[in-house]
């Protein structure tokens, strides 16, 4: 894998070896800058002779490809794994719970989201008597977000693409080539096939008297549990597919008709009969489709001396040559797709970087008296965002000395720590039920810093 270099005025160069780097670095020649990628800066004046140099990026929800080839062939290569939207949406609905907890007892005030505001406009032509051209109209909400406001799950992950294609662009020569995939999806195209025309004006409740009568039609008045047809006998009650407490919201698709001999609380319970159902009825998510549609205008507007290309052209030209499916391929296929694939060479080694989660940003514990023996009387809360212990740090790299295993800290309790391995499985020492691992028991490998963890395979 080779070492991007910069130039002592700050301009990248081309790539050089990791052997290279290491004699530079030896002798003072050079100095490190960034770590992911690995960049040297020289400290003495050079030409600025360079090649023709690519850099082709493979976009998507969770991974982002990152490839950097010349003359067809691939001089390093990466894939970052982005922390999962799931992961996300569960943290918010444990802080939304915290929240609502929190309304009910003496704490902090919090502003309210939006606000009630009578605004003053300008009207070019008064009606009637009045000569003053401004009126004040009635309350109205007025929301403070900025135009082109995404939530923070999506611009987060926005974010990191722009950043991670502009950290490359840095350390490359100014003539570098920056192609980067993209994805198009027609969600109402996904939902129904055959649509078309004006019926892309017309939603699903278009020809229904309301939501009920859609879910009915769907479902042929038949009840999906018992079989019965609806009738004065089986009466429809609108039952929550995903329930409620997971997220479920107002759409049709969240629905489901079962007849009133079948919606009791017994059948509620886990693993009885409207659990199963849930599992029949569950239906597509389309987060991805419509997350790649708003990364695509945002790649646009960041990068507009970038060419653009398309997954299927990507699938094409990687299957001509023979290569495997993987994120660092399909970045390397992009960034050679206007140059000759007949001598194209894979990337022998890949750089994972995985992102994670190092600070725990709950301001209030759910239950501040757990794990004390005395009432807590004074609302003391335990410590968190325990940054280090005995001179390892939160994703230290280290070393498991009984066993050999390496892994990353995820965190501390006491003089003991929790070590994970790349993928966030636990490990642990042979013949021990519990995950803590003493700190005497560790030996340090790397010293980790930023939000991401890191190996080459």
Not at 367 to 385: C, E, H, I
């Amino acid at each position: 894998m080779k070492v991007l270099v910069v130039g002592r005025n700050g301009i990248g160069l081309m790539p050089t070896t990791p052997r290279k780097a290491r004699l530079l670095l030896k002798a003072g020649k050079a100095e490190v800058t960034q770590r992911i990628p690995f960049t040297i800066r020289l400290t003495y004046q050079t030409g600025s002779a360079v090649q023709d140099i690519r850099l082709g990026i493979d976009t998507g929800e969770c991974h982002i490809g990152i490839a950097v080839t010349s003359n067809s062939q691939v001089l390093t290569a990466a894939e970052v794994k982005l922390r999962s939207s799931m992961e996300k949406r569960t943290l918010m609905e444990t802080r939304k719970s915290y929240r609502r907890s929190r309304r009910y007892r003496k704490t902090r005030y919090r502003h309210p989201k939006f606000r009630m505001k009578r605004r003053r406009i300008y009207i070019q032509q008064p009606k009637g008597k009045k000569t003053n051209h401004w009126q004040t109209v009635g309350p109205a909400v007025v929301s403070e977000r900025p135009e082109g406001w995404l939530p923070p799950s999506i611009r987060s992950k926005v974010d990191h693409h722009i950043r991670w294609i502009r950290r490359y662009q840095r350390a490359l020569p100014p003539s570098l080539v920056t192609t980067i995939e993209v994805a198009r999806f027609d969600v109402q195209r996904m939902k129904d096939p055959s649509i078309h025309g004006e019926l892309y004006q017309r939603g699903r409740l278009y020809d229904y008297e309301n939501r009920k009568a859609y879910i009915l039609a769907k479902f042929d008045y038949t009840c999906p549990v018992c079989g019965h047809r609806f009738d004065h006998s089986h009466r429809a009650r609108l039952h929550h597919v995903t329930y409620r407490s997971h997220g479920a919201t107002d759409n049709p698709d969240e629905y489901a008709p079962v007849c009133e001999k079948c919606h009791v609380p017994e059948n509620h319970q886990p693993g009885n009969i409207l659990d199963h159902l849930r599992k029949l009825c569950r239906r597509k998510e389309y987060r991805e489709p419509a997350f790649m549609n708003i990364l695509r205008r945002r790649l646009w507007e960041a990068f507009p001396d970038a060419v653009f290309t398309y997954g299927n052209i990507t699938n094409a030209d990687r299957n001509s040559l023979g290569w495997e499916k993987s994120h660092a391929n399909d970045a390397a296929v992009a960034a050679m797709r206007d140059t000759s694939l007949q001598h194209a060479g894979q990337a022998e080694d890949v750089l994972y970087i995985r992102q994670v989660r190092r600070k725990k940003r709950s301001l209030h514990e759910a239950n501040p008296r757990k794990g004390r023996r005395l009432p807590n009387r004074t609302a003391k809360r335990n410590a968190k965002n325990t940054a280090s212990v005995r001179g390892f740090h939160l994703y230290d790299k280290v070393m498991i000395t009984e066993t050999g295993e390496i892994g990353y800290i995820s965190g501390f309790t006491g003089i003991s720590a929790y070590v994970i391995d790349f993928e966030g499985n636990y490990l642990s020492l042979p013949g021990k039920t519990y995950r803590q691992i003493s700190l005497s028991k560790l030996r340090l490998v790397q010293r980790q810093k930023g939000n991401y963890i890191f190996q080459t395979a």
